[in-house]
């Protein structure tokens, strides 16, 4: 055979139609549909085949068809509008933030180690990455002065395949990154910028690129450069990827990385948000530079620091958590801690914590010591995660630690399908989009047609079906099934049969086979010839997730049982475009995790916004979101400890509810070939989850409680030479220094009844040991009879000394101090009352956040 070469010939984009490219490379597309229309109506088969990515398709779409469109006078009228709102967009300047926060300069810097944006640009592996994406959408919407740092992986996470026997097959495919949505990062010399960071003994040299998300960069660090050694060229290859060598060092780049890549950019800002530990180390890297360019100490360093930090954990299980051995610490930190004057056990001391009996840096733990403001995604995971780190603040009850929550929303004009938001602006009007939060507003989904909504879910579920077909012919095809088979996946799932969609990554907690305990009973119910019901699956598991992948096989086992074939579907390969798929086609969503294993979760809100209902257990975001009316709760508020009888109990529930409830509800059909209660209840779904459970929301709830704080703090530290940072420091370890001699004791004799209505005055002795009244507060912690915990009320001290038989008496020690309250009961009954002594001084962040206390 004679040889070939390859010629690849550029097509050039009209004048006309020019700035396509601009579009091409701002990733407000991938929540305009109107705008990715501009490339798919060039040409559909190509936009499918190269995956949705615009940048791919303007380098390969024919010159000729570039041509056609611009001379076509329909095309261009949508060039027109699509680049009308995009201008516009950029160049707002009545943002919610500016309007809100008028003459504010803040700068908040994100940190996350994924980011789930859209389809081409392939540095996500799952939920964080998904919320990150959201996140960022939403603080360009709304006008924030954001900018987002993460890591542009060469292979992202994994491309998934389905073999002939179930099992999930990793393939890793190289990110080209000229034709991703993304531009290198030049200096002023209009050179590549690239910085260098140290990781032990070595320098490592990372690239920056930047992706515009709307009105907002994000700034992508990638060592795979010729620079680099290959294998520090691979700590960007992997998201999640490789042993504990190569994760240590993907924080370090992505952590210390992240500030020197913000440096370098002369971008500063007032607040820092670590989006989950990963990138806890940027905390490290502040410190040392105020140590190095302020001349503070590492404590009054930390002062700094820590006022302008936000972390944000998203797990809510002890493993789920970074953890590193201690010599592994001592080999990339060692001549960090010499650097900012610490000893060994004072940096070990930031992040130690036994782990099966052997001590372990936890990164969690460090992100809790250098952050103010410190969030859980879900009200129940705020009390999980409180308890479960309840030792880093010993001595206070886990609900008063400094531990507060933000509930995870989505960004919704991401996630509604286009037929579904075109009929919003047809009955709600185009106002639907800016009131999107609010309540009320959303009443007015009782006001629109029924038969014309269900006509339109049905015809989003037709579209879902043609997806999954073709997905399941693919698979078929390429396992070399035979001819009958590949045809019939032509033909698999009925658009008027209801189809139940469960959709993520397939963690054992997830439990995605929980609905397969009892095969028998799952038999009867989707096999019913007058009710038929059909179950579609999708997920990925990590690699090294081997009981993952094991219900991976047997999922796709059952789905071949005769009884099952094409009842149940498994799709492989899943991602975002899957995902918005299924999240708006489904009738049903089912969630099955193992409570309170699921911190928040999202995808039952993306299925909200299209109309679906959720059938899920009560955890996570479900906990707050679920009404009783909108949707179907699997089990209840229970937590077990025999995790056989939970699967049971659960299953259960959830075959019952899918007997007794949902089936029936769905085929009640009426003269018009629908059911109305479902129809009722799908709207019901909508109106009290799309206005609650999105990234609007979320956005500005951490504007609220934790940016503007954390801004305003940070900023109080600076003058004078860091004055309150040092001042702050320094009565901290005085603290610390005298605590052990702090101690509180009851006066010779104190009333333990009284009538309703009165008050009694309650004394206690405190022992200050060297500090002074005014480095502590006394209080008063209350519980009435129904186990409430009342406000706390504070003692005043009265005198320097002790009490006895009523009258005051002279210390007999110095640093006694007698305190006094008023309790006014708000009812008969009985009453817990402790008193306890903690820290105070007026500058600190959190009144809990030395985790000191003693109670009487």
């Known amino acids: 055979m004679p040889k070939t070469m390859e010629l690849f010939v550029q097509p050039i984009v009209p004048q006309r139609i020019i700035r396509l490219s601009e579009i091409a490379y701002n990733l407000w597309f991938s929540w305009n549909p109107d705008a990715l229309m501009l490339f798919s109506s060039i040409d559909s088969k190509l936009w499918e085949k190269i995956g949705h990515n615009p940048v791919k398709f303007l380098k390969e779409v024919s010159q000729h068809k570039l041509e056609k469109a611009s001379n076509d006078r329909t095309y261009l009228m949508e060039y027109n509008k699509v680049m009308a709102a995009f201008d516009h967009y950029l160049s707002e300047t009545t943002t919610w933030y500016d309007h809100r926060f008028e003459g504010r300069d803040e700068i908040i810097a994100y940190f996350s180690a994924e980011y789930g944006i859209h389809e081409s640009l392939g540095i996500y592996s ?3 990455g998904i919320l990150s994406g959201d996140h960022c959408k939403a603080a360009s919407d709304l006008g924030l002065p954001f900018v987002a740092i993460g890591f542009l992986y060469r292979h992202g996470y994994f491309s998934q395949k389905i073999n002939a026997h179930g099992n999930q097959i990793v393939e890793y495919i190289d990110n080209v990154f000229e034709e991703m949505p993304i531009l290198r ?10 910085i260098t960071v140290n990781i032990a003994d070595r320098k490592v040299f990372v690239n920056i690129w930047e992706a515009r998300i709307g009105r907002i960069p994000l700034y992508l660090l990638d060592a795979d450069t010729l620079l680099n050694d290959e294998k520090d060229r691979l700590i960007t290859y992997q998201l999640y990827g490789g042993n504990l060598d190569m994760r240590i060092c993907q924080e370090i780049v992505l952590g210390m990385g992240g500030v020197q890549a913000l440096r370098a950019l002369d971008i500063k800002p007032t607040v820092w948000h670590m989006n989950e530990g990963h990138s806890v180390f940027m905390g490290l890297e502040r410190i040392r530079n105020q140590v190095k360019n302020n001349g503070l100490n590492f404590h009054e360093a930390l002062e700094v620091v820590r006022a302008k930090t936000v972390f944000t954990t998203h797990t809510p299980v002890p493993a789920g958590h970074d953890a590193f051995p201690l010599e592994m610490m001592d ?92 009929f919003f602006d047809q009955y709600l009007g185009q106002e639907w989009r800016s009131n999107l939060s609010k309540p009320e507003f959303w009443q007015k989904i009782y006001d629109t047609p029924d038969d014309i909504y269900w006509g339109v879910r049905q015809d989003i579920k037709r579209k879902m079906i043609e997806v999954i077909r073709a997905n399941l012919k693919n698979q078929r095809i390429r396992n070399m099934s035979s001819t009958t088979e590949i045809r019939e996946a032509e033909h698999v ?59 991976i096989r047997q999922i796709y086992n059952i789905s071949q049982m005769p009884e099952f074939r094409h009842r149940i579907v498994l799709l492989e390969d899943y991602n975002i475009n899957i995902a918005r798929c299924l999240v708006s086609g489904v009738d049903v969503w089912l969630n099955t995790p193992r409570r309170p294993y699921e911190a928040s979760g999202t995808s039952g809100q993306k299925v909200a916004v299209n109309g679906g209902i959720n059938l899920s257990i009560l955890d996570g975001w479900w906990a707050e979101g679920y009404k009783e009316k909108n949707g179907w709760a699997i089990g209840d508020e229970r937590d077990y400890n025999d995790h056989a009888r939970q699967d049971t109990d659960d299953s259960n ?55 503007i704080k954390a801004s305003d703090s940070g900023k109080r530290r600076l003058p004078d030479n860091h004055f309150i940072a040092k001042e702050l420091a ?51 912690y209350v519980k009435d009879n129904e186990g409430i915990v009342l406000p706390s009320l504070t003692m005043t001290v009265v005198h320097e000394g002790r009490v006895a038989e009523g009258r005051m008496k002279t210390a007999q020690a110095t640093g006694e101090y007698c305190y006094q309250a008023k309790f006014h009961p708000h009812d008969s009954g009985r009453y817990a009352i402790s008193i306890r002594i903690i820290p105070y001084h007026p500058e600190l962040l959190h009144k809990h956040e030395m985790g000191l206390c003693k109670w009487l």
């Open 653 to 707: 529930s959830l075959y019952s509810l899918l007997e007794e409830e949902i089936i029936p509800l769905y085929y009640q059909k009426g003269e018009r070939g629908y059911s109305p209660g479902w129809v009722k209840m799908s709207k019901e779904s909508i109106k009290t989850i799309v206005p609650i459970f999105n990234t609007d929301r979320m956005v500005r709830e951490y504007m609220r409680k934790c940016y």
């Open 126 to 128: 799952g939920g964080l």
């Open 730 to 780: 320094a009565w901290k370890k005085n603290i610390i220094r005298n605590w052990g001699a702090v101690g509180l004791s009851m006066p010779d004799s104190h009333d333990s009844q009284m009538v309703f209505g009165n008050s009694s005055l309650i004394e206690v002795v405190a022992n200050l040991g060297g500090l002074g009244p005014g480095d502590v507060a006394v209080e008063l």
């Open 185 to 194: 990062v030049n200096n002023k010399d209009n050179e590549p910028l690239t």
């Open 493 to 551: 799932l009925s658009p008027e049969a209801l189809t139940i969609g469960f959709a993520r990554r397939f963690a054992t907690y997830k439990r995605a086979n929980l609905i397969f305990k009892d095969l028998e009973r799952l038999k009867r119910i989707v096999n019913n010839p007058n009710r038929p019901v059909q179950i579609v699956f999708a997920g990925k598991s990590h690699p090294a997730d081997h009981p993952g992948q094991d219900i």
């Open 331 to 422: 080999h990339y930190f060692h001549q960090y801690y010499t650097d900012v004057g610490l000893s060994r056990d004072e940096f070990m001391g930031l992040g130690v914590e036994n782990e099966n009996g052997k001590k372990v840096f936890n990164l969690t733990c460090l992100a809790f010591k250098i952050a103010y403001c410190t969030n859980a995604v879900s009200l129940l995971h705020g009390q999980i995660t409180s308890k479960l780190w309840e030792q880093l603040w010993p001595g206070i009850p886990a609900e008063e630690n400094p531990i507060i929550y933000i509930t995870n929303g989505i960004h919704t004009f991401t996630w509604i399908t286009p037929p579904m938001a075109d």
